[in-house]
C-alpha cells in the first residue's frame, strides 16, 4: 500500500506538472451569494448600506493545502445617481503555494428602474490578474521513487515565465422584481487574455458564463417575498456555469427564519456527480456568518475531496441618502 504522504505526492504531480498546458479555470465558492462582486459584477451596490464580504474556502482539505481561496470586497450604493461602486480582492493558491493566482478588480453598477418594483442592473468589472509559479514546489512523476516515496532531482526544464499579469474585463446583469424572485448573467474573462507561463504555447484565461437566479416564497403567509423576519421562507435557487468544456450546474434551496438559514445543494459536473453542499448560516442586524461543507460524492474523489467554506459579511451605512432616492435593495440569498 502507498503511503498518505506517496499519495498526496502523486496528486500534486498530477496536477501541477501540467501547468503548460491545461486551460486555467477559475476558483469557485459553494456560498456564491455571500460572494456578491464574485458571482455577479451586477450585485455590486445591491444592499442598502455599504457592505464588506469575507470569504475562505478549503478546498479537497484532506490533501493538505490542495486549494486554499481568500476573498475581500467592498462595496456601496449611491442612490442619488443610481449607481454602485466596488473593489473585490481575492487569492488563490494551489499545490501550497506553488501556482498563486492574485486578481484585483474595480466594478461599477447602473440601476434602472423599468416599472414599478422591476428592476434591472448592469454591472462592468476591470480587473487586475496575475499568476505566479513557484517552479521549486512542483514535483513531477519522474522525481519519485514508488517504494519509499522518495524525491530525486527532475530533468524537467522550468519555463520562460514564472510570473503572469494582465487586465480582464467581465460584465453582467441582474433583473429582479420588488423581492420576489430575481435572475442574473454574466460573462467573465471578455477579453480571453494569454497566462501561459511558456512562449511557444498558449493557455487563455476562457470565457466563464454564469446564470443564476431564484424564487423567494412565503410559507408562513403563502405568498412570494419576505415580509418580516419571523416568518418562514423558502428559496429555491439555481445556477448554472460554464468555462470552456467544463459545465457545472448547481441546485438548491435555502430556508430561512432570521436569525437562522439552512440550505442544501446538489452539484453536478456533467460528466459525473460532484457534490452535495450543507450550509448553515447566522444573520444578525447588519452581520451574517455562514458556513458550508462540500461532501464530495464524485467517483474520483469521494467524500475525502470535500471542501470547506466560510462566509462573513457586515453592512453599515456611511451616506446619507435622501429617502426618496433610496436604492432598493436586491432580497437575494444571504449565503
Same mark, same amino acid.
Given at each position: 500500500?502507498?503511503?498518505?504522504?506517496?499519495?498526496?505526492?502523486?496528486?500534486?504531480?498530477?496536477?501541477?506538472?501540467?501547468?503548460?498546458?491545461?486551460?486555467?479555470? %477559475?476558483?469557485?465558492?459553494?456560498?456564491?451569494?455571500?460572494?456578491?462582486?464574485?458571482?455577479?459584477?451586477?450585485?455590486?451596490?445591491?444592499?442598502?448600506?455599504?457592505?464588506?464580504?469575507?470569504?475562505?474556502?478549503?478546498?479537497?482539505?484532506?490533501?493538505?493545502?490542495?486549494? /486554499?481561496?481568500?476573498?475581500?470586497?467592498?462595496?456601496?450604493?449611491?442612490?442619488? /445617481?443610481?449607481?454602485?461602486?466596488?473593489?473585490?480582492?481575492?487569492?488563490?493558491?494551489?499545490?501550497?503555494?506553488?501556482?498563486?493566482?492574485?486578481?484585483?478588480?474595480?466594478?461599477?453598477?447602473?440601476?434602472?428602474?423599468?416599472?414599478?418594483? *422591476?428592476?434591472?442592473?448592469?454591472?462592468?468589472?476591470?480587473?487586475?490578474?496575475?499568476?505566479?509559479?513557484?517552479?521549486?514546489?512542483?514535483?513531477?512523476?519522474?522525481?519519485?521513487?514508488?517504494?519509499?516515496?522518495?524525491?530525486?532531482?527532475?530533468?524537467?526544464?522550468?519555463?520562460?515565465?514564472?510570473? /503572469?499579469?494582465?487586465?480582464? &474585463?467581465?460584465?453582467?446583469?441582474?433583473?429582479?422584481?420588488?423581492?420576489? &424572485?430575481?435572475?442574473?448573467?454574466?460573462?467573465?474573462?471578455?477579453?480571453?487574455? %494569454?497566462?501561459?507561463?511558456?512562449?511557444?504555447?498558449?493557455?487563455?484565461?476562457?470565457?466563464?458564463?454564469?446564470?443564476?437566479?431564484?424564487?423567494?416564497?412565503?410559507?408562513?403567509?403563502?405568498?412570494?417575498?419576505?415580509?418580516?423576519?419571523?416568518?418562514?421562507?423558502?428559496?429555491?435557487?439555481?445556477?448554472?456555469?460554464?468555462?470552456?468544456?467544463?459545465?457545472?450546474?448547481?441546485?438548491?434551496?435555502?430556508?430561512?427564519?432570521?436569525?437562522?438559514?439552512?440550505?442544501?445543494?446538489?452539484?453536478?459536473? &456533467?460528466?459525473?456527480?460532484?457534490?452535495?453542499?450543507?450550509?448553515?448560516?447566522?444573520?444578525?442586524?447588519?452581520?451574517?456568518?455562514?458556513?458550508?461543507?462540500?461532501?464530495?460524492?464524485?467517483?474520483?474523489?469521494?467524500?475525502? *475531496?470535500?471542501?470547506?467554506?466560510?462566509?462573513?459579511?457586515?453592512?453599515?451605512? /456611511?451616506?446619507?441618502?435622501?429617502?426618496?432616492?433610496?436604492?432598493?435593495?436586491?432580497?437575494?440569498?444571504? &449565503?
Amino acid at each position: 500500500m502507498l503511503s498518505d504522504k506517496l499519495l498526496r505526492l502523486i496528486f500534486f504531480a498530477g496536477i501541477l506538472s501540467v501547468v503548460s498546458v491545461v486551460k486555467a479555470q %477559475d476558483p469557485e465558492f459553494s456560498q456564491f451569494y455571500a460572494n456578491p462582486l464574485y458571482l455577479n459584477p451586477a450585485m455590486t451596490g445591491t444592499a442598502e448600506c455599504a457592505r464588506i464580504n469575507l470569504n475562505y474556502r478549503n478546498q479537497w482539505p484532506s490533501l493538505t493545502k490542495a486549494f /486554499i481561496t481568500y476573498n475581500i470586497s467592498y462595496d456601496q450604493n449611491v442612490a442619488s /445617481i443610481n449607481s454602485g461602486f466596488g473593489v473585490l480582492v481575492m487569492s488563490d493558491r494551489q499545490g501550497d503555494g506553488a501556482l498563486n493566482t492574485t486578481m484585483a478588480s474595480l466594478l461599477y453598477t447602473y440601476n434602472l428602474q423599468v416599472t414599478q418594483g *422591476l428592476f434591472i442592473r448592469f454591472g462592468v468589472k476591470g480587473t487586475y490578474y496575475q499568476e505566479r509559479l513557484d517552479w521549486d514546489k512542483l514535483i513531477f512523476a519522474d522525481q519519485i521513487n514508488p517504494i519509499d516515496g522518495s524525491i530525486n532531482p527532475s530533468g524537467q526544464p522550468p519555463p520562460e515565465k514564472s510570473n /503572469i499579469s494582465t487586465i480582464d &474585463f467581465s460584465a453582467g446583469t441582474v433583473l429582479n422584481y420588488y423581492d420576489k &424572485f430575481m435572475v442574473g448573467f454574466a460573462a467573465d474573462h471578455l477579453t480571453q487574455p %494569454d497566462i501561459s507561463f511558456y512562449d511557444n504555447s498558449t493557455n487563455k484565461l476562457l470565457l466563464r458564463y454564469t446564470v443564476h437566479g431564484g424564487i423567494a416564497i412565503n410559507l408562513s403567509r403563502g405568498t412570494l417575498g419576505h415580509i418580516n423576519n419571523s416568518d418562514f421562507a423558502l428559496e429555491p435557487h439555481i445556477l448554472y456555469m460554464r468555462q470552456g468544456d467544463f459545465q457545472q450546474i448547481n441546485g438548491g434551496l435555502y430556508v430561512t427564519r432570521k436569525p437562522v438559514v439552512a440550505g442544501v445543494w446538489f452539484r453536478h459536473n &456533467f460528466q459525473n456527480p460532484d457534490a452535495v453542499v450543507f450550509l448553515v448560516g447566522l444573520s444578525f442586524k447588519n452581520i451574517n456568518f455562514g458556513y458550508s461543507y462540500d461532501m464530495g460524492v464524485s467517483r474520483t474523489g469521494g467524500a475525502a *475531496l470535500g471542501a470547506h467554506e466560510i462566509s462573513f459579511s457586515w453592512s453599515f451605512c /456611511i451616506l446619507k441618502e435622501d429617502k426618496k432616492r433610496r436604492i432598493r435593495a436586491i432580497k437575494s440569498p444571504l &449565503f
